[in-house]
């Protein structure tokens, strides 16, 4: 094959031919784009057209796309070197960001296992649990959860994902059974009510002697619904998991860094979680990255008895190019306010997606932090609305009834006005049509 550039029919024709998307098909294809190159929020397309971005590519470019200095760090460290292994090295881009991590995570968080995605992470949180217990002469595998969660696609992290829009049924025969409580019901800003915790405490009462581990996102239950609940909530589950002594690992691979209005949405109800897994926003959407922290217990725990050493090791394990790059985005963080730029979000979401409450066929509107949500009372064809999003000069990708954005936080207010203005005109356009 030659090296010259393909041209945007070949990219396509090469794609449709071969390439697999995320939960795709090779036989009802969906609308696909040739994007040529991204700078700040906005994307380019090989077709000439410029969108506004509203997804962060799901969560992860909170610095915004091609920026100098990220750009920077990670020149730098690939000319020291792109990689080396893990086992019997460090470096400083590893040192660094891990300093980085135990200071600025919940207290208590002080050791920090680097893998490659967030799927991983998880994996690696349900391992740390469930080798936890076999250091204390106990088999306990079953991992306590609760419903609508989502918490990645391998096979231990679908096993905890919500058991009906979760991939439970076509992979019934070969996924782990789990613990699903019901979804906590008392909102963020709601009134509270203990009985949210009953489903909950009940499982965690009957099961107690079975139970490595319960996971959960915090505060904000993404892509299994986009939902914002009460911190109380998560107060009771770790009074509760604390009293009983089973690890509470928290899942904030898309709530870290900033992205609910504080640096961690286990703040929000001031709670340590034993475990924390990191991800998506970790490494600012340039390299595949994420993190597993624990506490001194947990870690100590494991390491005291046989084997003596935890059981996981990937190959690209503490990647120097992708710390550097995370180490650099955390000091960007701080050293852009990053309190302010999402409080700024919050408010322009508010404002922008306010309209939208008073189109027939949405069912609600929600901001929280730098995360605004319309919720539709059926669900969108991706078909006809993704395109309907590129005519209207913004990017996003709804799934199901949902259709929601979380803008990099270097998003100014003019740009979340455009977005919003976007995202209203191809309501009004597509509810007509239909
Ligand atoms: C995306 C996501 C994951 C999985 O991360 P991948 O990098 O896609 O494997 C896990 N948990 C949560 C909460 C997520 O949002």
Redesign the pocket.
């Known amino acids: 094959m030659s090296t010259q550039p393909l041209s945007m029919q070949e990219i396509l024709r090469i794609d449709q031919q071969h390439i697999w998307h995320p939960y795709a098909s090779f036989q009802s294809h969906n609308p696909l784009f040739v994007v040529d190159r991204a700078e700040g929020v906005h994307l380019h397309l090989a077709s000439g057209e410029t969108l506004i971005d509203g997804m962060s590519s799901?969560?992860s470019t909170l610095h915004g796309y091609n920026h100098p200095e990220l750009n920077a760090a990670a020149q730098a460290q690939m000319g020291k070197m792109a990689h080396v292994m893990f086992g019997g090295f460090t470096h400083e881009p590893a040192a660094r960001l891990a300093a980085h991590l135990v200071r600025l995570s919940p207290d208590g968080l002080n050791k920090v296992f680097f893998s490659d995605?967030?799927?991983?992470?998880?994996e690696v949180a349900l391992k740390m649990a469930i080798q936890y217990w076999h250091a204390k002469g106990q088999t306990r595998t079953r991992m306590l959860t609760i419903k609508r969660?989502?918490?990645?696609?391998?096979f231990a992290?679908m096993s905890v994902c919500d058991p009906v829009t979760g991939m439970h049924t076509l992979f019934s025969e070969a996924i782990m059974p789990q613990l699903f409580a019901e979804q906590p019901r008392c909102r963020f800003d709601g009134h509270w009510d203990e009985k949210d915790a009953d489903s909950f405490l009940q499982l965690l009462e009957t099961h107690e002697q079975d139970i490595a581990a319960v996971i959960l996102?915090p505060i904000v239950q993404?892509?299994g619904g986009m939902h914002f609940y009460h911190p109380n909530y998560l107060k009771t589950v770790r009074e509760a998991t604390e009293a009983r002594g089973i690890p509470l690992i928290a899942?904030?691979?898309?709530?870290g860094f900033g992205r609910t209005g504080r640096l961690f949405a286990c703040e929000h109800a001031d709670i340590t979680p034993d475990i924390l897994?990191l991800?998506?926003t970790l490494s600012a959407g340039y390299l595949?990255l994420?993190a597993t922290l624990c506490s001194d217990t947990v870690a100590e725990t494991i390491c005291s008895a046989e084997p003596g050493v935890f059981m996981h090791g990937p190959t690209f394990m503490g990647n120097p190019t992708a710390c550097a790059v995370a180490a650099r985005s955390i000091e960007l963080l701080e050293e852009h306010h990053w309190a302010s730029q999402v409080q700024n979000l919050e408010r322009a979401l508010q404002r922008g997606l306010a309209p939208c409450r008073d189109i027939a066929g949405v069912r609600e509107v929600r901001v929280l932090g730098g995360i605004g949500v319309v919720e539709m009372d059926e669900p969108v064809d991706l078909k006809l609305w993704q395109p309907a999003f590129v005519r209207h000069g913004i990017w996003l990708r709804p799934f199901g009834r949902l259709i929601y954005m979380m803008p990099p936080y270097i998003s100014t207010e003019d740009d979340i006005a455009r977005l919003c203005e976007g995202l209203l005109n191809t309501l009004k356009e597509q509810l007509r049509a239909a």
């Open positions: 799901w969560w995605s967030g799927s991983v992470a998880v969660g989502y918490h990645g696609d391998t992290a996102e993404g892509t899942d904030e691979i898309a709530t897994c991800g998506k595949t994420a």
